[in-house]
């Protein structure tokens, strides 16, 4: 990155706190020095000027890629078990990390029951809907255990969701495993 050469220095040669010193430089940039790893042999010198430039260099490419992020591509040889992060601990008990998707309509239920995954939560805009995502849940895979995400904010005077998963519970609408 650095157009000048490094030279055997005289007096102050490029130090790991001299090199922070320069880089960490950033002005009204959106970026900080965080870390900063130095490889150069010791007793070599470079330019401050030429510190200088390679710091800007070094802006003027994260700025470029701040305004130009990579793009996303689906991999069709990627699974979910490749979007779980990897634990190098044991799971606690016998509950190994998992992914419980939450769904918003009866399509997206369906999908989720037919590629075997035996837990859901379930989010539904029109609370009539429960006790159909029940039998579908029941028809599809009857094994699977179907959770109610209630809304997360009510107003006084809509409770209407929360009164209609109360009544499927009394019904015996709600599968519990």
């Given at each position: 990155?650095?157009?000048?050469?490094?030279?055997?220095?005289?007096?102050?040669?490029?130090?790991?706190?001299?090199?922070?010193?320069?880089?960490?430089?950033?002005?009204?940039?959106?970026?900080?020095?965080?870390?900063?790893?130095?490889?150069?042999?010791?007793?070599?010198?470079?330019?401050?000027?030429?510190?200088?430039?390679?710091?800007?260099?070094?802006?003027?490419?994260?700025?470029?890629?701040?305004?130009?992020?990579?793009?996303?591509?689906?991999?069709?040889?990627?699974?979910?078990?490749?979007?779980?992060?990897?634990?190098?601990?044991?799971?606690?008990?016998?509950?190994?990390?998992?992914?419980?998707?939450?769904?918003?309509?009866?399509?997206?239920?369906?999908?989720?029951?037919?590629?075997?995954?035996?837990?859901?939560?379930c989010e539904l805009e029109n609370p009539v809907h429960y006790?159909?995502?029940?039998?579908?849940?029941?028809?599809?895979?009857?094994?699977?255990?179907?959770?109610?995400?209630?809304?997360?904010i009510t107003k006084p005077g809509e409770q209407y969701i929360?009164?209609?998963?109360?009544?499927?519970?009394?019904?015996?609408?709600?599968?519990?495993?």
């Amino acid at each position: 990155m650095s157009q000048g050469t490094l030279e055997i220095a005289r007096n102050k040669p490029l130090t790991t706190d001299r090199l922070l010193q320069q880089h960490s430089r950033l002005g009204n940039t959106p970026f900080k020095l965080a870390t900063l790893a130095n490889n150069l042999a010791d007793g070599v010198i470079l330019p401050v000027s030429e510190l200088n430039h390679v710091r800007r260099k070094l802006v003027e490419q994260l700025l470029e890629q701040r305004i130009h992020p990579r793009r996303w591509a689906l991999s069709p040889t990627r699974t979910c078990g490749d979007l779980l992060p990897k634990m190098d601990t044991p799971a606690v008990g016998d509950c190994p990390p998992s992914v419980v998707p939450l769904v918003r309509s009866l399509v997206q239920l369906r999908a989720v029951l037919e590629n075997n995954i035996t837990r859901v939560y379930c989010e539904l805009e029109n609370p009539v809907h429960y006790r159909d995502a029940v039998d579908l849940t029941r028809q599809i895979n009857p094994d699977a255990s179907l959770y109610v995400a209630p809304p997360r904010i009510t107003k006084p005077g809509e409770q209407y969701i929360l009164k209609q998963v109360r009544q499927a519970d009394a019904d015996g609408y709600l599968v519990r495993n």
